[in-house]
């Protein structure tokens, strides 16, 4: 429609939109997602242009370029960016920023479905590719766009042997009549396949939420991840302690003689036993519960521990993908 132009979709269609409204730039970047970068001068365009070359190799045959390794910036400290309130939202960017070297990250795809967080940074010199949920926006739900988003820089990444850090804080899929008819099984098993074929380094952080099938999808270890760590503020579980203890425990809190105090008794009961990094460490399902402040220096550990990493696979032309 963007090539018949303004003037045959108001004849055809009677509907009054500039070019740049059908499908300018600001369109491509923010809207339909086609486009991965907005620059506002041609300059700005080589530069960014100068900046993404300097982070992938020149092929699939060649490692990306190393550089030396730098710290992060002392003005990301990492231990006061997550809110002591669960419910509270953070800047994913700030969490990148202040475990990445020299806190430079190049985010891919900034202006569209910006519930994910997606670009490439460098860890000890290397390049790797970085997925992360973005609780400033939906809360970091995945879905129709942002799996969409997701799995298709996890696709980039293994195709040029970039390792992937994957950083978890979601609730799970958006729910919703729309998601459901906007086919978010389809699109939400691309970022499942994307991670289960990927045979590249996969290293995951679970700073937060992890709950149901979005804990599943953001490279758990039922996916093939190498590693997987989470903070102690970390809550692994079907659902949220709320929900969870509202359903499970409805007869015993509204026959209470006091609702609200079986209510919060019910929800810690809950988190005690079941929403906790410590309850996944134990079962094998994360392979350590770690400070933030130690997070780099694991990240590092852990990327070298896989840099010889191979797997083979049984001899296919292609996978088949939920396309």
């Not at 070019?19 to 530069?47: K, P, W």
């Not at 960014?48 to 060649?62: A, V, Y």
């Not at 899929?173 to 008819?181: A, I, M, R, S, T």
């Not at 996916?223 to 007869?251: H, R, S, Y």
Request: glycine content about 8%.
């Amino acid at each position: 429609m963007f090539i018949t132009g303004p003037e045959v979709i108001k004849t055809v269609l009677g509907e009054d939109i500039s070019m740049e409204d059908l499908g300018g730039a600001r369109v491509q970047t923010e809207i339909t997602g086609n486009a991965h970068f907005f620059a506002s001068t041609e300059q700005e365009c080589f530069d960014q242009i100068k900046r993404l070359m300097s982070f992938i190799p020149w092929n699939n045959k060649q490692k990306a370029q190393s550089y030396p390794p730098k710290p992060p910036k002392l003005s990301f400290d990492i231990e006061k960016i997550i809110p002591s309130e669960p419910t509270k939202p953070y800047d994913m960017r700030h969490v990148i920023r202040a475990i990445f070297d020299n806190s430079d990250f190049l985010e891919i795809q900034e202006f569209w479905a910006s519930n994910i967080v997606i670009g490439f940074a460098r860890l000890n010199g290397e390049t790797v590719g970085i997925i992360g949920n973005q609780p400033l926006v939906l809360a970091g739900v995945l879905d129709v766009d942002s799996s969409d988003k997701a799995a298709r820089f996890i696709r980039f990444c293994d195709a040029f042997s970039i390792p992937l850090i994957t950083l978890v804080d979601l609730p799970g899929y958006l729910p919703g009549v729309d998601q459901e008819h906007a086919g978010v099984i389809r699109h939400g098993a691309k970022i499942l396949y994307s991670y289960s074929e990927a045979t590249v380094p996969k290293i995951t952080l679970i700073l937060r939420k992890a709950y149901g099938g979005g804990y599943i999808a953001m490279c758990s270890r039922h996916l093939g991840a190498d590693f997987v760590f989470a903070w102690p503020t970390a809550e692994i579980a079907v659902m949220g302690p709320e929900g969870a203890a509202n359903i499970i425990f409805k007869q015993e809190i509204s026959s209470s003689t006091d609702p609200d105090a079986t209510r919060k008794l019910k929800v810690q009961e809950y988190t005690e036993k079941f929403a906790n990094p410590y309850v996944a460490a134990k079962n094998g399902h994360i392979d350590g519960v770690i400070n933030p402040a130690e997070t780099r220096k694991n990240l590092i550990h852990s990327l070298k521990l896989c840099a010889n990493k191979e797997e083979c696979r049984p001899y296919r032309k292609h996978g088949i993908p939920p396309f």
